[in-house]
């Protein structure tokens, strides 16, 4: 099993200020099949980037992911209000095929 | 814009069968992947499996015994029984879908289902 390790476990900054995210896998994850998540509370997950750096649709640029192999990031340039959530991430492709992180809380600081 | 709605019962007994619908609306069921992924309370997604359109399934090992998902194209209905429930089961259901066969980019608003006697 490919297992995600997300860090921190929460992250307190300001609405205006930059949030770094960090996924790291067990084993190497092709970039094609790493994608990110923020989940609001009492709603489904959202998804946010694909393949590993490709915004979703309706997605504001702000959000941006990087990342190859064992290591993945999704930068969010400026914090909206509501931009403060859960934020996990997955891959595609091992067995399981679909694995989920732990998640990263985003709070208000 | 698709829409799907989970329904089913919010408590099951723990050994039964738990079944849960998952309705679309707004696209065709006769393309993309459809699943179910599931989220224990304070904890994060499991992904339970996946049918494509086709017919063709893929199930999570850990639960491939117990687990069942069709779609029925008549009724844009797509399926989920997992037999044998232990309080372990007990979490928020979702039912997904995307072209692609390796994220999920629609998911239903997701039903709580509590294993309980």
């Known amino acids: 099993e490919i297992v995600l390790t997300q860090s921190p476990g929460t992250l307190s900054l300001s609405p205006g200020e930059r949030a770094t995210l960090s996924c790291r896998a067990s084993?190497?994850?092709?970039?094609?099949?790493l994608a990110w998540y923020h989940q609001r509370p009492g709603q489904a997950p959202r998804l946010l980037i694909y393949?590993?750096?490709n915004r979703a649709a309706g997605i504001p640029d702000r959000f941006s992911g990087s990342g190859s192999g064992t290591d993945f990031t999704l930068t969010i340039s400026r914090l909206e209000p509501e931009d403060f959530a859960v934020y996990y991430c997955?891959?595609?492709?091992?067995?399981?095929?679909?694995?989920f992180g732990q998640g990263t809380r985003l709070e208000i600081k | 814009q698709v829409q799907l709605q989970e329904s089913g019962p919010g408590l099951v007994k723990p050994s039964e069968t738990l079944s849960l619908n998952c309705t679309v609306s707004?696209?065709?069921?006769?393309?993309?992947?459809w699943g179910w992924i599931r989220q224990p309370p304070g904890k994060g997604p499991e992904w339970i499996g996946y049918?494509?359109?086709?017919?063709?399934?893929n199930y999570n090992p850990s639960l491939n015994s117990r687990v069942t998902i069709s779609l029925d194209t008549s009724k844009k209905q797509l399926s989920l029984k997992l037999t044998s429930v232990t309080a372990a089961d007990t979490a928020v259901y979702y039912c997904?879908?995307?072209?692609?066969?390796?994220?999920?980019?629609?998911w239903g608003q997701g039903t709580l289902v509590t294993v309980s006697s």
């Open positions: 707004g696209h065709s069921v006769t393309s993309d992947y």
């Open positions: 997904v879908r995307d072209r692609s066969v390796s994220w999920y980019f629609s």
């Open positions: 049918i494509y359109y086709s017919g063709s399934t």
């Open positions: 997955q891959q595609y492709g091992g067995s399981p095929l679909i694995t």
């Open positions: 084993q190497s994850v092709s970039s094609s099949y």
């Open positions: 393949g590993a750096s």
